[in-house]
């Protein structure tokens, strides 16, 4: 599992459009916003795969402006052998 945490800067004009947008994705969890259109978001996705995609597809919707990683942590699932995690 991965848990990632994004600040997302939008187009203060599509603020309310970049909201809808980031809260239709799967995994995509939005925390805070401003009138200024600085959003903090998280991301939990199953691997790193999932995550640069949906971290991609959130820097190309329309009205953002730019995307910063600020955090990620990784957890390998429970029941995954120890041989396959190192």
């Not at 994004?6 to 004009?13: E, M, N, Q």
């Not at 953002?64 to 429970?78: K, Q």
């Amino acid at each position: 599992m991965n848990i990632s945490g994004i600040i997302v800067h939008a187009d203060p004009k599509k603020l309310e459009n970049v909201r809808t947008q980031l809260e239709s994705i799967p995994g995509v969890e939005i925390h805070a916003a401003t009138e200024l259109g600085k959003l903090v978001v998280t991301l939990d996705k199953a691997d790193d795969r999932e995550t640069t995609d949906t971290y991609e597809q959130i820097s190309r919707l329309p009205g953002v402006l730019s995307t910063a990683m600020v955090y990620h942590h990784f957890e390998p699932e429970e029941n995954t052998p120890a041989a396959q995690i190192g």
